[in-house]
């Protein structure tokens, strides 16, 4: 799942990844950098949740898992 900016750059916001059995957020975001590259993730700064809980690379994942990348929100 992508919010914000990402979403925008991407023109998606949710979308299936197919990942093997005992992958990481880490080989999550390979994944995704190779299939929408103009979201620059090697140089962003966002955070990472998984099942709505805020997680870092290394986090096992399970099939059926929620992943969101959230980018930094300003404004006022």
Do not use: R, T
């Amino acid at each position: 799942m992508l919010f914000a900016k990402f979403k925008e750059i991407a023109n998606v916001g949710n979308f299936d990844l197919d990942l093997p059995n005992g992958a990481d957020v880490s080989e999550a975001i390979d994944k995704i950098c190779l299939q929408y590259p103009s979201l620059n993730l090697e140089e962003a700064k966002f955070l990472i949740s998984v099942n709505y809980d805020y997680a870092n690379h290394s986090k096992f994942l399970q099939e059926g898992d929620e992943i969101a990348l959230i980018p930094p929100v300003s404004g006022g």
